[in-house]
């Protein structure tokens, strides 16, 4: 009776082997991470589309939102592409009414994401608890009012 028992050849033969497959595979799967990371880090060459034109901008033309409760003058902008804000004493409370606006109604403006229109609010017959809301949910952008070429 030994002391050790005896080997089994092939279980070691087995695991020699293994050993350089196991190498190569994650060899080519590092190869391939390494590859894909510098074609992300390359920027894409510049240039424009076959057929490419300048992109013209949106004419929107500003509703009329005038004596409307102001929760239904700013629904109404809001469906119309339009961003708002409250100015003066009154605050935008929803039953308050909208005395004033600018642009006016009708002006056609460029659609530079949500054009803000300013309102001017008077007191409704509500109680006003809670903060007003004087400004629309989402960014609004600048009024770019749209200038017709002269004739000559």
């Known amino acids: 009776m030994g002391l050790f028992a005896p080997s089994d050849s092939r279980g070691v ?3 020699i082997l293994t050993l350089p497959r196991v190498t190569a595979v994650a060899a080519a799967v ?4 390494a590859t894909i990371s510098l074609a992300a880090d390359k920027p894409a060459a510049p240039g424009k589309p076959a057929g490419h034109q300048a992109a013209k901008r949106q004419v929107m ?4 939102v005038r004596h409307q409760m102001f ?6 902008l809001e469906d119309n592409g339009f961003g708002w804000k409250v100015r003066g004493s009154v605050g935008g409370f929803p039953a308050n009414l909208v005395v004033s606006q600018k642009p006016a109604p009708g002006t056609h403006v460029l659609d530079t994401g949500a054009p803000t229109i300013t309102l001017w609010l008077a007191r409704g017959n509500s109680p006003q608890i809670g903060l007003p809301q004087n400004r629309s949910p989402y960014g609004a952008s600048l ?4 200038r017709h070429a002269k004739k000559g």
């Open 13 to 15: 033969s087995r695991r």
């Open 143 to 146: 009024i770019r009012r749209v």
């Open 61 to 64: 033309t500003v509703p009329d």
């Open 71 to 76: 929760v239904f003058a700013s629904g109404s």
């Open 30 to 33: 590092l190869l391939v991470s």
